[in-house]
């Protein structure tokens, strides 16, 4: 009826069925072993419409190493652990299998962030990777009508990934700082800030530094203990310092806020503990991280060059 209605008024913000063409829609089916089909039937469907039923099985194929599924017997995909448990194998229990349906349709209905916190509480910790670089691979606008809240996810993604790197939780807000000064003269500091995961401009802060001399360890100390006793600004819940050791020698005062510093030339994270951290650059944590550090140095630079104009 609906295909029916579009065909003869044409509506202009509703381009399915226009051309004549019925989109498509996936499906679960409802037998011992459910699999997933794709077709044109919109009644009960757990993702679409899509123009393209090479779009609806794209989507499938990414989701299937997260939530592997049965098609079709003989089953070559068990082969390749992209049906397991398999309904081919007769030591499969039908228990084990739903569960990987069950994780297929929240994947379908968009429920992202629900499979990431069911797979880290149950250790699951490939699933949460798997899902992890899921959320970070290039796809077609069609494929946001599975997963409209994408942003969002990336953005939990990251924080998931940095906990689990850094073992801190909550990162509801996260402060970096970055000092610029040429040889000790008109030195600034700089504090930005993401909240959820999302680098937020508005809660960016300057600080002019007094200390005199080139020493960015007490520069960084200054601008840390102004922030401290800011008390109508939020706390956070991670402080990241730009450098190294050395700048990370400050903990020593000591602050009562974890922090960790991140050096640029090779993305190292040093702990107060002497852990050192290296992940890989493509790592979502340690991206989000980096632009934040980029965005301290830009916005502490932008300050010192004011006042090197004034000098």
């Excluded at 400050?250 to 992940?279: C, D, H, M, S, W």
């Excluded at 630079?301 to 000098?311: G, M, Q, S, T, W």
Aim: aromatic fraction near 8%; charge should be positive.
């Amino acid at each position: 009826m609906e295909s029916k209605l579009i065909k003869k008024f044409l509506p202009p913000y509703n381009i399915a069925s226009r051309d004549g063409k019925s989109p498509f829609y996936i499906h679960i089916t409802s037998e011992k072993f459910p699999k997933p089909i794709v077709n044109h039937e919109s009644k009960k469907a757990l993702a679409g419409p899509f123009l393209s039923g090479q779009v609806a099985r794209q989507i499938l194929k990414r989701f299937r190493h997260i939530a592997p599924y049965h098609t079709e017997s003989p089953c070559f995909y068990r082969h390749l652990g992209l049906c397991r448990p398999c309904p081919d194998d007769p030591l499969t229990r039908p228990e084990n299998y739903l569960a990987n349906i069950s994780r297929l349709r929240r994947l379908l209905r968009g429920q992202f962030k629900q499979v990431m916190r069911q797979a880290i509480k149950t250790l699951d910790f490939e699933t949460a990777a798997s899902l992890r670089n899921l959320l970070y691979q290039p796809i077609s606008p069609e494929e946001y009508v599975v997963n409209p809240n994408l942003v969002a996810d990336r953005r939990y993604a990251s924080l998931e990934a940095l906990r689990l790197a850094i073992g801190i939780w909550p990162l509801s807000r996260i402060e970096m700082y970055d000092v610029a000064n040429l040889s000790g003269t008109a030195a600034t500091a700089a504090m930005t800030v993401a909240i959820d995961g999302e680098i937020d401009s508005r809660n960016f802060r300057h600080f002019t530094i007094q200390a005199s001399g080139p020493n960015d360890v007490a520069m960084l100390k200054e601008a840390l203990t102004r922030r401290l006793k800011r008390t109508d600004w939020p706390t956070p819940n991670l402080i990241v310092l730009d450098g190294g050791k050395s700048q990370l020698s400050i903990v020593n005062f000591p602050l009562p806020i974890p922090t960790i510093a991140l050096a640029k030339k090779e993305e190292v994270i040093y702990t107060p503990v002497g852990k050192v951290i290296r992940l890989s650059k493509d790592h979502p944590g340690l991206q989000l991280l980096m632009r934040l550090r980029d965005e301290a140095h830009r916005f502490s630079r932008r300050l010192h060059h004011k006042h090197r104009k004034i000098v």
